[in-house]
């Protein structure tokens, strides 16, 4: 009998996050939740019958001793993430263009090169990126995050090459407006109206499920179907710069 497949999603405890591990959980992975607020990933975990771990991705001696107590591992989805601000490049602070890169770079690159080992022991692993279209394209405003996105593309791109002829996957999803669950109110700082005005006017922006059902759906290709980058936008939206409002 086969053993039952494990998913670890990162930043689990809301958003997209949390998506995903439901969409996995329904796949029949037994899904490995992380993410800070530990009680919102122990009532998640409860819920879907999978294992919560608090965990920092930018502390590597916590993200090394999760590895070393996490056991089989398949799937790796690289998800923590998140913006901070949206000054011009000559206003912003330095420091949270620190915070951006680390999570969304060093986050991805402590959590890969942790759990590595598993993923190639699995016989069929795959490390799964969540970029952003801000990883393909540049926008006013957005300098930091722009910045973290494309490393994180890059380290995708990058692991694909060095990983070839090896029993691992690398896929790259982007999603493109997403109103998920926090992700614009941490943006601007708490301010609530201006969260809400990034949404003004767009009839459907993509929803986490969304973005969960495309995870989903790269991860239970057959072993020898790679989605090296999925770019998912809201019909609304043409590119970053480019959405249609009401």
Not at 78 to 94: H, M, Q, R
Not at 96 to 104: E, G, P, R, S, T
Not at 156 to 162: Q, V, Y
Request: hydrophobic letters at 50%.
């Amino acid at each position: 009998m086969t053993k039952q497949k494990v998913a670890v999603v990162t930043g689990a405890s809301s958003g997209i996050g949390a998506a995903t591990a439901r969409r996995l959980a329904a796949d029949g992975f037994e899904v490995v939740l992380t993410a800070r607020r530990t009680e919102r990933i122990e009532e998640l975990a409860k819920e879907l019958g999978g294992r919560a771990h608090t965990l920092d991705v930018t502390d590597r001696a916590a993200v090394d001793a999760f590895a070393a107590a996490v056991g089989r591992v398949d799937v790796l989805v690289n998800n923590a993430g998140g913006a901070i601000g949206a000054e011009s490049v000559e206003a912003a602070d330095p420091a949270d263009w620190l915070a951006m890169y680390q999570v969304n770079v060093l986050g991805v690159l402590h959590m890969t090169q942790a759990l590595l080992p598993a993923l190639r022991a699995s016989g069929d692993g795959t490390v799964l990126v969540l970029s952003s279209t801000a990883a393909l394209a540049a926008y006013e405003g957005g300098g930091g995050y722009v910045a973290a996105k494309h490393a994180a593309h890059t380290i995708a791109a990058t692991l694909r090459l060095e990983l070839c002829g090896e029993p691992i996957r690398v896929i790259e999803i982007a999603p493109g407006m997403v109103k998920s669950e926090g992700f614009a109110v941490t943006r601007f700082r708490g301010d609530e109206e201006k969260a809400a005005a990034v949404y003004a006017g767009v009839a459907e922006p993509l929803t986490s499920e969304d973005v969960a059902d495309t995870v989903g759906w790269a991860v239970t290709r057959p072993p020898h179907v790679n989605i090296d980058l999925l770019v998912v936008r809201p019909r609304a939206q043409a590119a970053n710069h480019k959405v249609h409002r009401t």
